[in-house]
């Protein structure tokens, strides 16, 4: 049979078939052998156990379309990127967030939620300002007052997608008024009390033909991958355009003169916002590469 992981938890993996129902299997010996394990995403083959509270057995893992190691989910092809008014938008995070899905192959979609707020329309001019030359797709919505709701459905139909922001931002609030889901919600000073005793774990819902994949790994931010600073201009849509054009070969599009696209920024064709935080993010990224072996 053919199905989808959706958790996994002490070598025990649950697999939801076509139906929508679920099989709880454990991974062949060979996985193992194999250096491969099984993932909340994953597409498997599977025998079913045979007397119904028998676990049956994975024989297959189809090929990923994607793979995060951090969080560990195979598949996703969307990254849903949460920010409000309220909690003010963390933009550095937003670009962040955007570098890590560029990274892993995903696309990335930005949503303005908490529509409800005063200040949402200023979030939402600012965003289609500062984004529109890496061609972000924005959508707003209220889960409270219930508004954007059909078109963000829309739009996620078919994908595997993953909602990420700051803590607070609305994200459970918003797939719970999507999908008819009942996550946990509240707000942020209850959260950091509860503290360190709301591990959670990965699992992926399938709702009207959206696959969501709701993991404590995005929105905690274990995302700083260790890669090449060099490299960071690449996950920029906005600068691809003047690859190529500055005096320096390869050209970080740090300070350095004869830069084509700190020029593009002084002709008004890039957002300075994005260039100005590209530059913290390098200084991060040149931190972590000189630290890389120590
Ligand atoms: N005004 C307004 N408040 C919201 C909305 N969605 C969520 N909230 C509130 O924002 C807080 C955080 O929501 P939650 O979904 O837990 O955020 P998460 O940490 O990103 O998952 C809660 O107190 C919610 O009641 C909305 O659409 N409008
Ligand atoms: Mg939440
Ligand atoms: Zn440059």
Redesign the pocket.
């Known amino acids: 049979m053919e199905g989808t992981i959706i958790r996994g938890r002490g070598g025990l993996y649950t697999a939801l078939d076509e139906q929508n129902c679920e099989y709880v299997l454990r991974a062949k010996k060979k996985f193992r052998r194999q250096g491969m394990s099984p993932l909340v995403g994953d597409r498997i083959l599977f025998t079913p156990g045979e007397i119904s509270d028998e676990h049956g057995w994975i024989d297959e893992i189809l090929p990923r379309k994607s793979q995060c190691m951090r969080p560990a989910v195979a598949n996703v092809t969307l990254l849903c990127i949460?920010v409000?008014p309220?909690p003010a938008p963390d933009w550095l995070l937003v670009d962040k967030l955007m570098v890590f899905a560029a990274r892993q192959h995903l696309k990335p979609l930005l949503i303005i939620?908490?529509?409800?707020?005063p200040g949402a329309d200023e979030t939402a001019a600012y965003a289609e300002g500062v984004y529109r030359g890496a061609k972000l797709e924005i959508f707003r919505?209220?889960?409270?007052?219930q508004t954007g709701l059909s078109e963000l459905t829309d739009r996620l139909q078919g994908e595997i997608c993953c909602?990420s922001?700051?803590?607070?931002?609305?994200?459970?609030?918003?797939?719970?008024?999507l999908f008819g889901l009942t996550?946990?919600?509240?707000?942020?000073s209850r959260?950091i009390q509860r503290g360190r005793n709301t591990t959670r774990h990965t699992e992926l819902f399938r709702v009207q033909g959206v696959c969501v994949i709701d993991t404590p790994g995005f929105?905690l931010l274990e995302m700083d991958e260790v890669f090449d600073p060099v490299e960071l201009k690449d996950s920029y849509p906005e600068f691809s355009a003047y690859e190529g054009a500055c005096k320096f070969s390869p050209c970080y599009h740090g300070r350095e003169p004869g830069c084509a696209v700190l020029q593009a920024v002084q002709d008004g064709k890039i957002h300075a916002d994005r260039l100005e935080r590209y530059h913290i993010l390098l200084d991060d990224c040149r931190k972590l590469w000189r630290e890389r072996y120590d």
């Open positions: 949460v409000c309220q939620g908490k529509d409800d707020l919505a209220s889960a409270m007052r909602f922001g700051q803590s607070g931002v609305g994200k459970s609030s918003l797939l719970n008024a996550l946990e919600t509240g707000d942020i959260k929105s």
